[in-house]
Structure formats: structure tokens, C-alpha cells
């Protein structure tokens, strides 16, 4: 493409707002022409200047976005996600735990059908989804996804009724289930589970333990999977970003590729 890609931001927290100033930093081939995130004077000041707020999703198509970048929660993809496939070629959608809703990966699917565009899940915090996916055709036997965090990101999630997260002096698995229940109970956590569902055997069947660990300073992505391929075993030690340390740094950096893709004519 010889002009900038013109991107909305759906959400300019913790990972957008990083994404926006790397994309930045690098030259990106990039133009931001809106963002959208909740309606307050706060969230809104961080907006860069002559960006246009997007207040609901029919703002969009006057925009005429190529791309549209959800980092904004789950319930942002049922709000934005049909305005965004039937008004941009392409989308990227962060907040994978809305998928725990089996209806809604199909009825997105339909909508991109119907308008060619196309929906793109990033990696976010973890790695080796291209070899997971892999092995996945010629079948897995197992998925085991365990993520590790400090006490302080599981803050004002259910883990805070299980454990005493001020005081916890040891580490302790508080969570064993599946990804479907995972994702479902922890949206701000365990989004990660989800990618790891689709790519190998799905939410039911993909096991998930969630760790606190006072000992740990950054986030933790264990993934191990046995199939017809073999064995693999991925670990990733995440710096949580600055402003939210729920949200891991690699998330922003999958979200830079991912957008950086889309503006080259080769990708690796
Ligand atoms: N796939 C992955 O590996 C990961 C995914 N995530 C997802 O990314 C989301 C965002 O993470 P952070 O940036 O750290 O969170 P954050 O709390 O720092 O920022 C959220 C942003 O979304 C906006 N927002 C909320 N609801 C909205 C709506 N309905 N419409 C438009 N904007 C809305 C807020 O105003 C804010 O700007 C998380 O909630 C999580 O769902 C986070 C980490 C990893
Ligand atoms: O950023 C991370 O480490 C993972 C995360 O929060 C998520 O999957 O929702």
C-alpha cells in the first residue's frame, strides 16, 4: 500500500495508547484516524490531538478505516465488532475472551463473509500460536495453559475472594478448570487462554491453572501440548506494561507487528 493505513483504535488504554506511541516511534506507514474508548473526560484527554472520538460504532464508516484495533474489554467486540467488518477491510481483536460466547466467533465470521473483510486474532502475550495451530492438524492429546502473576494483577478479579492478595507470602494455584471457564471468570487475565483454545483444541478442552506469586515480578505463559506431532513446551516471562499490569508488554508488541503486516508486502 503507498499511503498510510488509516487505523481506528477501539480502546486507548494500557495497550493501545503503547501500541500508538511504538507505532509512532518506528515510522509506522500508519495514519490513526479515530479512537474510541468509554465516555469520560479522563479517557478521553488521552486521545491524541486531531484524532477524531468515535462515541458509537455508526461514527465509523465516515472514517473510512482499512483497520480497526479492539484493546477495549470484552463486551467492546459484540459493541464495535459489526460496525467495524462491515466498515473496514480488516480487524484486530484483542479481547478474545468474548469468544467464550461460542455464537459470536461464527456471526462476526458471517458478517465478514458478507462484506470481505476479515477478522485477525493477534498472539497477544503469548507465542508459538503458529506451532500450536500445527500440530493441532494431525490432532492433540493435550493443552495445558497456566499463567503466573504477581499478587497485584489479579487485583479486583475473583482470585481477590480466594486468597489474600496483600499478604500472600508463597505461591498458590487458585484457579484449575477449563479456558472456557478461565476466560469467562478472569476477562482481564486469561484472554491468552482463548487463543490457545482456538488455535489447538478448543475451550473445553484445554486445561488452564492461574498462579499468584508473590515471588514473580512478570507474567507468566506456560503452555505445554502433547499430540501426534510430539511435545512442546513454551514459556514466556512478560514485563507487564507500565500502566496496567494485568496486561503484558508483549500483548502491545503482537498488536505492532500485526498492524505492521498490514502495511508490507512481505511478512514473516
Ligand atoms: N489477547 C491477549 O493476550 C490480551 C488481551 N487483553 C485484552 O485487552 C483489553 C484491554 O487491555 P488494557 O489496555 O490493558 O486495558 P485498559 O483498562 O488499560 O484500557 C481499556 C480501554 O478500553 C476502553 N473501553 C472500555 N470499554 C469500551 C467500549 N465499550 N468501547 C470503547 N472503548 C472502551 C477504556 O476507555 C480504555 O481506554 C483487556 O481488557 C483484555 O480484554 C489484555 C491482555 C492480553
Ligand atoms: O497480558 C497477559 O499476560 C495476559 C492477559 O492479561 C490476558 O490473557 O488477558
Not at 495514519?31 to 486521545?47: C, L, N, Q, Y
Not at 494455584?173 to 478461565?182: D, Y
Not at 473445553?204 to 501426534?228: C, S
Request: charged fraction near 20%; hydrophobic fraction near 45%.
Amino acid at each position: 500500500m503507498n499511503r498510510k493505513l488509516r487505523v481506528v483504535f477501539i480502546g486507548f488504554g494500557a495497550i493501545n495508547s503503547r501500541v500508538a506511541d511504538l507505532l509512532k516511534q518506528r515510522g509506522a506507514a500508519i495514519e490513526i484516524v479515530g479512537v474510541a474508548t468509554k465516555d469520560d473526560p479522563v479517557e478521553r484527554a488521552r486521545i491524541p490531538s486531531g484524532v477524531a472520538f468515535l462515541a458509537s460504532p455508526s461514527d465509523l464508516a465516515a472514517l473510512k478505516p482499512d483497520l480497526v484495533v479492539e484493546a477495549a474489554g470484552r463486551a467492546a467486540i459484540d459493541m464495535w465488532a459489526p460496525s467495524a467488518l462491515a466498515t473496514a477491510p480488516c480487524m484486530i481483536t484483542a479481547s478474545t475472551s468474548a469468544f467464550c460466547d461460542d455464537a459470536l466467533l461464527p456471526r462476526l465470521a458471517a458478517i465478514a463473509e458478507q462484506n470481505n473483510s476479515r477478522i485477525l486474532i493477534p498472539s497477544g502475550a503469548i507465542g508459538g500460536i503458529d506451532a500450536l495451530a500445527g500440530a493441532a492438524t494431525l490432532g492433540l492429546d493435550s493443552v495445558v495453559h497456566q499463567i503466573v502473576k504477581p499478587p497485584v494483577a489479579w487485583k479486583g478479579t475473583p482470585a481477590e475472594k480466594l486468597l489474600d492478595l496483600a499478604c500472600l507470602s508463597e505461591r498458590k494455584v487458585f484457579f484449575s478448570g477449563t479456558a472456557r471457564e478461565a476466560a469467562s471468570q478472569y476477562p482481564q487475565n486469561a484472554n491468552a487462554t482463548v487463543v490457545t483454545s482456538l488455535a489447538g483444541i478448543g475451550l473445553d478442552k484445554t486445561k488452564v491453572e492461574l498462579v499468584a506469586d508473590p515471588a514473580v515480578r512478570l507474567n507468566g505463559h506456560h503452555i505445554t501440548a502433547t499430540g501426534g506431532f510430539g511435545r512442546m513446551s513454551i514459556s514466556l516471562e512478560n514485563n507487564p506494561l507500565a500502566t496496567n499490569p494485568k496486561s503484558s508488554e508483549l500483548t502491545a508488541l503482537s498488536l505492532v507487528r500485526l498492524i505492521e503486516q498490514q502495511t508490507k508486502p512481505v511478512t514473516v
